[in-house]
Every structure is written in C-alpha cells, then in structure tokens.
C-alpha cells in the first residue's frame, strides 16, 4: 500500500480509494484569502450567502468539490478544536464547509 500526499490543485483528474481531507477549520479550508477573510459572521462559521462574497465561495466549493471527488470508496476529514501559534493557543471552529447539506461528521475531543 502507497500513501499519496499533494494538494487540491494537483490532485485534479486523479482519484484514490480514500482521501484524507486535513484542516478542515474556519481560514484553512476554505483559507482566509479566499472565504474567511471576507466573510460577515466571524468565528461563527455558520455560512450565508451575501451578494459580496458569492463569487469567491462558488470559487472555494468549487475547490473543495474537486477535493471530495478523488474518493472512489470514502473521504475522511479531520479538524482541531484549538491550533498553537507562535502568539499562543487559539480555538478554532469547524469549516463552514462541513456543515454543508450531505456531509456528516462526528465530534470528539
């Protein structure tokens, strides 16, 4: 058995059995550059869709729906409750994007 690591972008065309979907925290997944930064409701992380962001969440889902897809049999996906940082540790929040309609998770401490 061979364990494939790569990014989103590079993993385009390509599928395996399982894929392991890391950091799936508010400004990881979707990142702040492209969703978290502009988005209106802050560490809440429960997503509507406004007029001045709809463009760059269609961009971001549409990177995360590549992401899902290379999954022939079943994708996993794993979150921090807190992330150290050089300024300390911080709590974080699930992606808006595993709240999404379809996508079933369990939490654990």
Not at 11 to 23: F, R
Not at 24 to 30: G, I, L, N, R, V
Request: charged share 25%.
């Amino acid at each position: 058995m061979s364990i494939i690591i790569s990014t989103v972008h590079a993993a385009k065309g390509l599928e395996w059995d399982y894929v392991i979907l890391p950091d799936m925290e508010k400004d990881s997944f979707p990142n702040w550059y492209g969703l978290c930064g502009r988005c209106k409701n802050g560490n809440d992380c429960n997503f509507v869709m406004t007029k001045d962001i709809e463009k760059s969440f269609f961009e971001e889902l549409s990177v995360f729906y590549v992401a899902v897809t290379r999954a022939k049999k079943q994708v996993f996906f794993t979150a921090s409750h807190k992330q150290l940082t050089n300024r300390g540790i911080f709590e974080k929040n699930y992606s808006c994007f595993m709240k999404l309609p379809g996508i079933e998770y369990i939490q654990t401490v």
